[in-house]
């Protein structure tokens, strides 16, 4: 009995995410045709695109350095026992361009933009903002929510590109420290196995990735109840959730770049 009681709970688990991956996807779709249509509030996806771009950049900058400085350790370590220590820039930026960057800025940000979305929502429902917004004639879901999905979509494409910079950056100081390489010919090397191909799809995946954080968050906190307990709830699931669908999305979203640009996958 116990073993049924066990399965029924997983199998409750299971359906009730499935549940809320359906009510996202349609609150995201929702969005979408929302966001086709004018008026655009423009100073509105502007403020967004503010705190979501400039107060997340030292975040990424931060963790974007360190990974660039353990992953050269790491390579160099690795390349070393094959005497192929002149390979560690362009390996750490394949590495960085093609997927680290994308899916750790993907994950940072979903903490970052995520947890804040969904308590600032969440707080404005329970303290009934939204209901206030909407008696006004306000339309609260292309006010608060289509803003925010729009501002969220153009952000994680720059800061991704700004982690991998800073992970180049990472690398060069780990490997000027252990060999003295110079600046110009470490970016040299770096750069000779990357070109747009790597680049654009990759960074462009972020788009996704920033869609569903921005449509996830979103949605938890318009549906918060019970207080401020549901706000913190809210918060906690929107990273939880968006985190789960953007490394699964990931999978999908390589796959489909290797099948357009079968060139990324060396094809």
Do not use: W
Request: charged fraction near 15%; include cysteine; charge should be neutral.
């Amino acid at each position: 009995m116990q073993q049924l009681a066990v399965v029924d709970r997983v199998g409750t688990g299971v359906l009730d995410l499935f549940a809320s991956v359906g009510a996202v996807a349609t609150f995201g779709a929702r969005a979408v045709v929302a966001a086709a249509r004018p008026p655009y509030e423009a100073r509105e996806v502007l403020k967004h695109l503010y705190q979501f771009s400039c107060r997340s950049a030292p975040l990424i900058v931060t963790a974007g350095f360190a990974i660039g400085i353990v992953l050269s350790m790491h390579t160099r370590a690795s390349l070393e026992r094959f005497g192929a220590e002149s390979m560690i820039p362009a390996g750490l930026a394949i590495a960085l361009v093609k997927e680290t960057g994308p899916l750790t800025a993907g994950l940072l940000l979903s903490g970052r933009i995520g947890a804040g979305i969904g308590a600032e929502i969440g707080a404005m429902r329970v303290t009934e903002q939204i209901d206030a917004l909407e008696a006004s004639a306000v339309d609260a879901f292309r006010y608060l929510v289509v803003t925010r999905v729009i501002a969220c979509v153009i952000a994680l494409p720059i800061l991704t590109t700004l982690m991998n910079f800073s992970g180049m950056l990472g690398g060069f100081i780990a490997e000027t420290a252990a060999t003295g390489m110079s600046l110009r010919l470490y970016f040299n090397r770096a750069f000779s196995l990357i070109d747009m191909t790597d680049y654009v799809p990759a960074t462009l995946k972020t788009v996704v990735f920033g869609f569903i954080i921005a449509t996830t968050s979103s949605y938890l906190g318009f549906n918060t109840e019970s207080g401020t307990e549901g706000v913190g709830r809210a918060s906690t699931r929107a990273v939880v959730l968006s985190s789960i669908l953007i490394i699964v999305s990931n999978v999908l979203l390589v796959r489909l770049i290797f099948f357009i640009f079968p060139e990324a996958a060396g094809g």
